[in-house]
Nanobody, 126 residues
Framework: VQLVESGGGLVQAGGSLRLSCAPSGRTLSRYAVGWFRQSPGEEREFVGA????????YYADDVKGRFTISRDNAKNTVYLQMNSLRPEDTAVYYC????????????????????WGQGTLVTVSS
């Protein structure tokens, strides 16, 4: 599964962006999806994740209440809605997917994921 992220860009602090993650040539059905980010000089960190049913999700503490992950399985796309953006949210954002037997499982560890996108840059100016 090749994942493609889109929607990154430059936004002012307090603004919003919506990232999309879609597979190339395959369905995301029965794949749990996670979002991660990496800032220059930093390790990749977990942002949030959603089960393949969409019924369960989980977020890192510093994005909780600001970011929301959703999925439209009919459109074969997972979204990361980012509101109230801060300069410290500046990073390359990656989506990742793993096939899951349980429809309500999500995964917070990057090592759990099988497929990764190439990333999309989000820059938040102060």
């Amino acid at each position: 599964v090749q994942l493609v992220e889109s929607g990154g860009g430059l936004v002012q602090a307090g603004g919003s962006l919506r990232l999309s993650c879609a597979p190339s040539g395959r369905t995301l059905s029965r794949y749990a999806v996670g979002w991660f980010r990496q800032s220059p000089g930093e390790e990749r960190e977990f942002v949030g994740a959603i089960s393949w049913s969409g019924g369960s999700s989980y977020y890192a503490d510093d994005v909780k209440g600001r970011f929301t992950i959703s999925r439209d399985n009919a459109k074969n796309t997972v979204y990361l809605q980012m509101n109230s953006l801060r300069p410290e949210d500046t990073a390359v954002y990656y989506c990742a997917a793993v096939r899951s037997a349980n429809s309500n499982y999500y995964y917070t560890n990057s090592g759990s994921y099988t497929y990764w996108g190439q990333g999309t840059l989000v820059t938040v100016s102060s």
